[in-house]
């Protein structure tokens, strides 16, 4: 199965990466990641709306007061953009400018959010609940696909395991498994499985070596001053190096990136 988002394809020979923030937070933080990881050789954006938080204290992300800069930023850099819905209600409220529609790990098992989601046209990632079996999380996917979108790419983002000194645990057999057992595009999330910019890149690398279709990762232009997952925010800087780094691992696989 390829799955489109904008003209990318996901799923082809080609590997796609993904980048932006965590959280959108501002007009210019949303602007300068989205040209940065554009001229690094990301072909789609990420950036969160409305954010999942443990704590209700911590940011909940802008909501509907960010709608009109993303429309602005989206139009200046050319890019497709992927964005977590939340709530059902939300799928209306960005198809406008949404180019694909992400379910977080906490709300895989969100069957009446899954299933308005199989009545859509457009592409939808589904993250696996850090405690999700592998055979929990394709039919989950079955809840989107049901309903006649077969637009579907599945997501690792690391599990929980005995493990604290990461995050997560970032699990490369779910990525070989799902590949071969489902029919549906893979993706990685590094950051959110393992939770420590610096050990991000090799996993990236990791990634693109078991053979997933691509990678979504968090890039932020001051990680420390991030609002959301500052932790694992690669710099602009370490984010185009990682590139390179991944353009030439992919070329020993014959795999080449996907361009915008
Ligand atoms: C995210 O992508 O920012 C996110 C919240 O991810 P997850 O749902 O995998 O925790
Ligand atoms: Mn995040």
Redesign the pocket.
Known sequence: MVVEIGKIQIGGPRFTVIAGP??IESENQFLSTAQAVKSSGASIL?G?IW??RTSQKSFQGLGSDSFNFIKKVKAQVGLPLIS?VTDIRQIEEVAEFVDAY?V????MHNYSLLTELGRQKKPVML?RN?SAYIDEWLKAADYILAGGNDQVIL?E?GIRTFETATRNTLDLNAVVYAKKHSGLPVVV?PS?AVGIADLVPPLCYAAAAAGADGI?V?VHPKPSEAL??GDQALTFEVFNKTMQQLEKLLAAFDRGLNKA
């Open positions: 965590c959280s990420r969160g954010k999942m977590e992400q977080g790990a906490r709300n993250k850090f997501c983002r999330d959110h979504i968090e959301s997952d």
